[in-house]
């Protein structure tokens, strides 16, 4: 069929495949009996028969055979009918064009085609070739199909791990086609990061470009390197990113056996954000930032939330709250925690409309406790002027365990703090609870009181090796044993 030169091809064709090509040509009525065995046939040949794709110019990719699965697309648009394989390419990277393949064959085929058919060298003079599956060159052997066979199963053999990921990674619901190829493509190494790249290009860095700390490995992009610390910290999923194995395959399998359908969503989407924001700091030198990559989580996760509404773990967590909040004063706890190599922490907790939102930030430069705090509380009032954008005529009161400052900012005095690094910090925090005029006040509280952002401030201490910021949920609290709920105890009339 491939000898389009042959004349009995032509009468074929033009006789009984005028517009669909031999594989997609079906029974009419009239056509002659022979035809009818010829389709019959097909259906066999069509398991023995495949296009073996380099240049992409001659096969069709809906209506000829051309990776192992294909089927014939029934549905096809004529425009779809008429795309040759290398339409399926983009012409800059030379790459598959993943969504063209998910809009013709479904998710499942493009993985197929994505982990086996090597995309079309465009530039190449060597045509498609229809060959026989079975034998080498075409040619039908009973040895080398014997050969055939073996290689086959030996491939299959080592790709058993690779199966079993990828039928954990297909059958997932309300995770998009776009996100599972992703998943796929990280797992058998073909995403381009710097370390994966700089094996076929001497000239480009392994470097991460994020931390330009260490290679750009996949775990180290996906786990280990500091801006995507930051975001696994805000995850629901309490991932213990220090403990995985560096390689991929094998922290892919030590996170997904603890997952369930649920987790394994969150854990999808998270992936799929962290890559978008890696992204965006290579190609568009954006910086990265953890805090707009939860809320892309959360839009994804809310939205299958919506229609779905009794499988995500959203809906578990927010039942786990409890939350009596004032609401004329929002309270919020803020602490710091500092160590003598210049380390610190700084977190507070606001309780907004029934929902504790939590920030934690790391430091590295710390000259003192003090400092620290300082910094924290003035954190703390830069964030009711952003992230959190509280109402213009909102009530804040700001809950500190250290008196000298919580006095320092009440009298407006900066001339006799303990610490002199502190004053631009403790001046601007009173400059800035001015400019709101004086709804934010600052409240002096005992240490056990401002414990869950004492616990926070201790976490952001450790490990981190760039100034993050960090939003914490109510689930990750609820699992390291912090009261989600303001504690009445400590604060008794905020039930008013
Ligand atoms: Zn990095």
């Known amino acids: 069929m491939e000898r389009q030169d042959k004349i009995w091809v032509d009468i074929c064709k033009a006789k009984y495949f005028p517009r669909a090509g031999f594989w997609g040509a079906t029974n009419t009525r009239g056509t002659s009996q022979l035809w009818r065995e010829v389709v019959k046939f097909r259906g066999e040949l069509k398991e023995e028969v495949c296009w073996q794709i380099w240049n992409g110019q001659k096969a069709y990719a809906v209506s000829q055979p051309w990776f192992q699965g294909w089927q014939t697309q029934s549905g096809a648009s004529t425009a779809d009918k008429k795309l040759k394989v290398r339409d399926l390419v983009d012409t800059q990277t030379n790459q598959w064009r993943e969504d063209q393949l998910v809009r013709l064959f479904g998710p499942q085929e493009a993985i197929q085609i994505l982990s086996t058919v090597r995309a079309p060298d465009l530039n190449s003079n060597l045509d498609d070739a229809l060959i026989w599956k079975r034998v ?5 052997s009973v040895k080398e199909g014997y050969e055939w066979r073996m290689k086959l199963e030996n491939s299959l053999r080592t790709d058993t791990v690779n199966e079993t990921h990828w039928l954990r990674i297909s059958t997932l619901k309300n995770v998009v086609p776009k996100v599972k190829i992703f998943l796929w493509r990280l797992l058998v190494g073909t995403l381009p990061i710097a370390q994966n790249l700089h094996k076929r290009i001497r000239a ?128 919020m706890l803020v602490d710091g925690s500092w160590d003598s190599t210049g380390k610190a922490g700084t977190a507070f907790v606001v309780y907004k409309e029934g929902i504790a939102h939590c920030f934690a930030y790391n430091h590295h430069q710390m000259s003192d406790p003090f400092h620290t705090e300082a910094t924290a509380v003035h954190e703390a009032i830069k964030a009711l002027c952003n992230e959190i954008r509280s109402p ?97 105890n400590f604060f008794p009339d905020s039930e008013n």
């Open 392 to 488: 213009h005529d909102q009530r804040i009161c700001i809950n500190t365990d250290c008196q000298i400052l919580a006095n320092a900012i009440l009298k407006e005095e900066i001339d006799n703090l303990p610490s002199w690094k502190a004053i631009p910090a403790v001046h601007q925090s009173i400059q800035m609870i001015k400019q709101k005029e004086n709804r934010i006040r600052i409240n002096y509280v005992c240490r056990e009181a401002v414990r869950p952002a004492h616990v926070l401030a201790n976490f952001a201490r450790g490990g981190m090796t760039a100034t993050t910021v960090t939003v914490v949920n109510q689930g990750t609290l609820a699992a390291w044993g912090i009261s989600t709920a303001l504690d009445r």
């Open 136 to 140: 080498k060159e075409g040619r039908y």
């Open 204 to 331: 480009i860095s392994p470097m991460c470009q994020r931390c330009t700390i260490e290679n750009e490995f996949e775990c180290h992009c996906f786990f280990f390197c500091p801006g995507s610390r930051a975001v696994w910290f805000t995850s629901p999923l309490m991932l213990r990113v220090h403990e995985l194995p560096l390689n991929i395959t094998q922290a892919f399998n030590h996170i997904t056996q603890t997952l369930d359908q649920q987790g394994m969503v969150i854990f999808s989407y998270t992936m799929w954000e962290l890559w978008k924001g890696r992204n965006e700091v290579v190609m568009q030198h954006k910086t990265f930032n953890p805090i707009q990559i939860r809320k892309n989580v959360m839009a994804w996760i809310t939205d299958e939330h919506q229609s779905n509404p009794q499988h995500t773990v959203i809906s578990q967590r927010e039942e786990q709250q409890q939350y009596e909040v004032s609401n004329d004063e929002w309270q």
